[in-house]
């Protein structure tokens, strides 16, 4: 795939051609099917670029992510690679949902919460608050668990986990009130 061969090479730090890919993705959407498979490439650095890129562009375009809900939720969102990790636990919040749909997702975020790496457990914390705000019978158990992450994690964690648990304090305040 052409979008995708401008990924390859390089090392870990380098974002070797994500921007590219983004202009070119904005320029024609339907190649938004190209960075999907490349979520699923067998090499490493096409698999965290096409997954920066996606979850850039998705930031302001979450439709473009739509048709591809289920390879996401079914398939990407099992990878190991934290990279990954980290940018479909942006990406699933933007997507519309069933409840069962939501469930798996909260499920797969759970999961995401035993990963080593602090920025796929604090990227998890984000997702599961964004559900929580979708799906308000959610949000005790979202509570529940964010206190628990804060409970042992980094300082950021902790400064992410006082962040989203005042907003869902917001939403569970509004929820009893009314």
Do not use: C
Not at 93 to 114: F, I, K, N
Request: cysteine-free; glycine content about 4%; charged content about 25%.
């Amino acid at each position: 795939m052409p979008l995708l061969d401008s990924l390859r090479g390089g090392d870990r730090r380098m974002v070797r051609g994500v921007d590219d890919a983004i202009a070119a993705v904005e320029q024609d959407p339907a190649l938004i099917v190209q960075l999907i498979a490349g979520m699923q490439s067998d090499d490493p650095l096409i698999r965290m670029r096409s997954a920066d890129a996606a979850e850039k562009l998705t930031a302001t375009h979450p439709d473009w992510l739509q048709l591809h809900k289920r390879v996401l939720l079914n398939q990407i969102a099992k990878s190991e690679q934290q990279e990954v990790r980290w940018h479909v636990a942006q990406m699933l919040p933007r997507l519309r949902l069933t409840p069962t749909e939501r469930r798996r997702a909260v499920s797969l975020m759970l999961g995401y919460l035993d990963d080593k790496s602090k920025i796929v457990r604090t990227f998890a914390m984000q997702a599961l608050s964004d559900l929580a705000m979708q799906d308000q019978t959610l949000v005790p158990q979202v509570m529940g668990v964010i206190e628990s992450q804060m409970a042992d994690g980094s300082p950021a964690m902790r400064a992410r986990g006082k962040k989203l648990l005042a907003q869902l304090a917001q939403i569970s305040d509004a929820t009893q009130s009314s």
